[in-house]
């Protein structure tokens, strides 16, 4: 059975540069042998956690939207791609909405002791992160990164890479740096071809 990757976008904008960086890495990953879904956070419909917390007890969330289908999705991949812009010196809401609804996984992990991802799955499990700031300091990806180690913490996916950019004030267009595109080719290949090896 080949490797499953889903690929995150969190820009609402569908084809800006955070867009285009995704695209390449999942580009890299299909090349690199795996199967590739991409999901479109802003086109989702779901609220944000309001912690009834009935994920406490359940394999599930009270709550009834576009996120019910995920958790079980979740469970059967091999590898996710979050890409996203710096907003607010973090993850733009949407994205941080979508990785909060995790809460299902973390009760059932950490309060019950009985994880939804199955074992087999949660030791090889990789993750890939592509940022991207308008700002060019040093600590602009601090926040995020944060927050996305701590999503792939609880989904059991290890923080493998990163590809940060930043200064997008200044670069503008992405397309303008072939180089930052290719990487993230590479990086979306290497990781497939890494999912492929350790598949079951
Ligand atoms: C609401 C909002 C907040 C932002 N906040 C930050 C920020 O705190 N730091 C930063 O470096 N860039 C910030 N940016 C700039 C974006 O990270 C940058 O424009 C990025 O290239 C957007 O990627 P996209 O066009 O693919 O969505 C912000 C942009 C928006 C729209």
Not at 1 to 18: D, E, F, H, R, V
Not at 90 to 117: C, E, H, N, T, W
Request: proline share 4%; aromatic share 8%; net charge neutral.
């Amino acid at each position: 059975m080949g490797a499953k990757i889903i690929a995150l976008l969190g820009s609402p904008l569908l084809k800006g540069n955070t867009a285009k960086l995704l695209d390449e890495a999942i580009r890299g990953a299909v090349d690199g042998g795996c199967d590739v879904e991409k999901i479109e956070v802003t086109t989702l419909e779901f609220r944000a956690c309001r912690e009834i917390f009935y994920c406490r007890e359940h394999e599930a969330c009270a709550m009834k939207d576009d996120m019910t289908g995920m958790y079980e999705k979740f469970r059967d991949i091999d590898g996710v791609i979050v890409a996203s812009p710096v907003m607010t010196m973090g993850i733009p809401g949407r994205l941080k909405s979508f990785m909060d609804r995790f809460q299902v996984y973390f009760m059932a992990k950490y309060m019950r002791g009985k994880p939804m991802v199955p074992e087999e799955k949660r030791k090889h499990r990789l993750g890939l992160y592509l940022g991207i700031s308008g700002m060019n300091v040093p600590f602009v990806f601090d926040g995020a990164k944060l927050t996305v180690q701590a999503f792939f913490h609880i989904i059991d996916v290890k923080y493998w890479n990163d590809l940060l950019i930043r200064d997008m004030d200044t670069i503008q267009n992405l397309s303008t740096r072939p180089e930052l595109l290719e990487e993230a080719y590479r990086k979306g290949k290497e990781m497939a071809q890494l999912l492929r090896e350790s598949a079951i």
